[in-house]
């Protein structure tokens, strides 16, 4: 009888929140249709908007997509799986086989990022060393799953997180199901298509992004950037674990190729896509609201835009989806690989954009908060809570790079 309650105000919660996702997709509509100076209805140059595009010629070239870059990028994009489900054993994760996959690729590209980022600060950043740290990365982790598996499978490790709720049986409900995941299909296959099929024209991305890390592929390490204007000489200081990411992928072929930074926006907004709807489907118990987090998620304009720039933006989207992520996993849970995990979000966001710094408070906040929960459940519970800093000091070689070369 005490699930009855439970199940009602669950119910309360969902219905709740999809109204109020309704209204907010509403006003974000209005804003947008009514209170932009965007031509998104029409205009006298294109009558239907931005949705003219589709009637438009629809064309692809593979000069923009040669096959063998394709393929490369494809081996790169499997290691970096390969380290993820390295480390989901590590954490002993056990998640959904989308979880799975999307947390794979956030802690393996991250993980990955930061190794690369040591051996470029060391201008050490060639082919067969390349490969080396791959080695070492792989040999470590398989080392790690069976030294910490005491650490992590202890008696008093608390059960991993409820299975998601069985699909609704309503027909209107996986109707909408339904019609929300073809509209998310539809929209992720189209940043796929545009990200992989056109050539690049984001001007941050052209003169930073894959201009910088093209200019650390030439050097075998980060290069000096001196010009005094805004432009070329853009983001000395800034962090560049999406530069180096196709600047060290493109070493382990010794051929430069950009495809690897265009493949990974993409990829990155469906994987945002999956944390989103996971998180809300875990809080709220319910797909139908799982779904409508999606779609809006999924159609804000600016999250299409920059999964299909070569761009960090796109990153820095998908790291805040996941740390939210990890974080519902370690409130549900109380397990210490989700609490890890949760940790390494905002140190491995800290390298990518300092924007993402913003996320130590939240995460202070949990971890206040979860002292509090714990302090009943005898001494020293903390010091274990703590431990979750030890991956602190990944946030940093970011920031200590960009002062110890420009000075601010």
């Not at 299409?304 to 939210?324: E, G, H, L, R």
């Not at 274990?384 to 991956?391: E, N, Q």
Request: net charge positive.
């Amino acid at each position: 009888m005490s699930g009855e309650p439970q199940g009602r105000n669950r119910g309360h919660l969902a219905a709740l929140a999809g109204v109020g996702l309704l209204l907010l997709w509403g006003a974000l509509n209005y804003l947008y249709f009514f209170h932009s100076n965007l031509a998104l209805v029409h205009s006298e140059e294109f009558r239907l908007g931005v949705f003219s595009a589709l009637f438009g010629p629809w064309t692809f070239s593979l000069q923009n997509s040669p096959p063998l870059e394709m393929l490369q990028a494809l081996i790169v994009t499997g290691l970096v799986f390969g380290l993820g489900y390295v480390i989901l054993r590590v954490l002993r994760l056990r998640l959904s086989w989308p979880g799975s996959m999307a947390a794979a690729y956030a802690l393996g590209w991250g993980i990955a990022g930061f190794a690369f980022i040591l051996l470029t600060m060391a201008r050490l950043l060639y082919m067969p060393l390349a490969w080396l740290l791959w080695a070492l990365l792989f040999a470590g982790g398989i080392y790690l799953v069976r030294k910490l598996q005491p650490v992590f499978e202890s008696d008093d490790t608390p059960p991993q997180i409820e299975p998601l709720p069985p699909l609704p049986s309503s027909m209107g409900t996986r109707v909408f199901l339904v019609l929300a995941a073809i509209g998310v299909g539809l929209i992720t296959l189209f940043t796929f298509w545009h990200a992989i099929f056109y050539p690049e024209t984001y001007w941050d991305s052209l003169i930073l992004y894959l201009g910088y890390a093209r200019m650390t592929f030439l050097e075998g390490g980060f290069p000096f950037k001196a010009e005094a204007q805004v432009g070329i000489g853009l983001g000395a200081n800034y962090p560049h674990l999406y530069s180096n990411y196709g600047a060290f992928a493109s070493t382990m072929f010794a051929d430069w190729s950009d495809m690897h930074q265009r493949l990974a926006a993409p990829l990155s907004g469906l994987f945002s896509c999956v944390f989103v709807y996971l998180t809300a489907a875990h809080l709220f118990r319910s797909h139908a609201v799982a779904a409508a987090c999606t779609i809006l998620f999924r159609s804000l304009p600016n999250g299409i835009a920059y999964t299909t720039y070569a761009s960090d933006y796109a990153f820095a989207i998908f790291y805040t989806a996941a740390f939210i992520y990890f974080g519902t996993l370690y409130f549900l849970t109380r397990g210490r690989g989700a609490l890890v995990a949760f940790t390494l979000m905002p140190a491995i966001g800290m390298n990518l954009n300092y924007l993402m710094g913003i996320l130590w408070v939240p995460w202070l906040v949990v971890i206040l908060a979860d002292w509090l929960w714990r302090r009943g459940a005898g001494p020293g519970r903390f010091i274990w809570a703590g431990s979750s800093s030890v991956p602190l000091p990944s946030a940093w070689p970011s920031p200590y790079r960009g002062t110890c070369a420009t000075g601010c």
